[in-house]
């Protein structure tokens, strides 16, 4: 079974309208990694998470870290054509790495 | 400050050959890992390194090898080259563990 689960896989969703990716993992995390990619290009660092309960905000972008640490979420509000991209959120497990999930394909849609 | 900085950004091989991918880190930090990226598998860690020493190693044949300098830049080398190689290789540098990754912008490899 896969550590880190992420979901959806894709998204497409109107101009304007709010959207949640979610990122699901197997065991505690020493810290959860939001970041966005351009198809075939490097990852552009959006958030980081450590503490359970801990939220961010960057933007329109919000993301959350659950209490128990197992479980993230990143709330995009009013999206934007700018918002399109791929989602991957990285697990830190505490073992010098980063364990990626499937990633989430977002479509904006005018 | 200067980002992550991948070499080169594209690279054509052909199958059987070796190549050798170069990443120089943000300045200051110690700590460069490698990613293999791929349609199929995703991400997947390849092998991560601290002041010169590997500390870390993925799931991956011992065609992969790689290593840090003194300055912190890291090579990565991949011998006899297959068709299934093919992917993005993407390096990030970090000062410490929880104090973030920042990724480069990537290597990417087509073998044929």
């Known amino acids: 079974s896969q550590e880190l689960e992420q979901s959806p896989q894709s998204l497409i969703v109107q101009e304007g309208k709010n959207l949640t990716i979610n990122c699901t993992s197997s065991k505690t995390l020493y810290g959860l990694y939001w970041y966005k990619q351009k198809y075939g290009e490097g990852l552009i660092f959006l958030m980081m998470?450590?503490?359970?309960?801990e939220e961010k905000s960057h933007e329109k972008i919000t993301a959350k870290l659950d209490e128990k640490k197992q479980q993230s979420s990143l709330h995009i509000t009013a999206s934007q054509p700018s918002h399109a991209g791929i989602y991957l959120c990285?697990?830190?497990?505490?073992?010098?790495?980063?364990?990626f999930g499937t990633g989430t394909r977002l479509t904006i849609i005018p | 400050k200067a980002g992550v900085t991948q070499t080169p950004r594209y690279l054509i091989k052909t199958r059987g050959q070796q190549v050798t991918l170069s990443c120089s880190p943000i300045?200051?930090?110690?700590?460069v890992s490698w990613y293999q990226q791929t349609p199929g598998q995703g991400l997947q860690f390849l092998f991560e390194y601290f002041s010169e020493t590997q500390r870390n190693k993925g799931n991956f044949p011992g065609r992969f090898s790689g290593r840090q300098f003194s300055n912190s830049r890291s090579e990565m080398n991949v011998s006899t080259l297959e068709l299934g190689d093919s992917a993005l290789y993407l390096c990030?540098?970090?000062?410490?563990?929880?104090?973030?990754?920042?990724f480069g912008s990537g290597t990417r490899l087509t073998v044929v």
């Open positions: 998470l450590q503490k359970g309960g």
């Open positions: 990285g697990a830190d497990f505490g073992n010098e790495k980063l364990t």
């Open positions: 300045s200051g930090h110690r700590s």
């Open positions: 990030a540098s970090s000062a410490a563990q929880g104090y973030g990754y920042t």
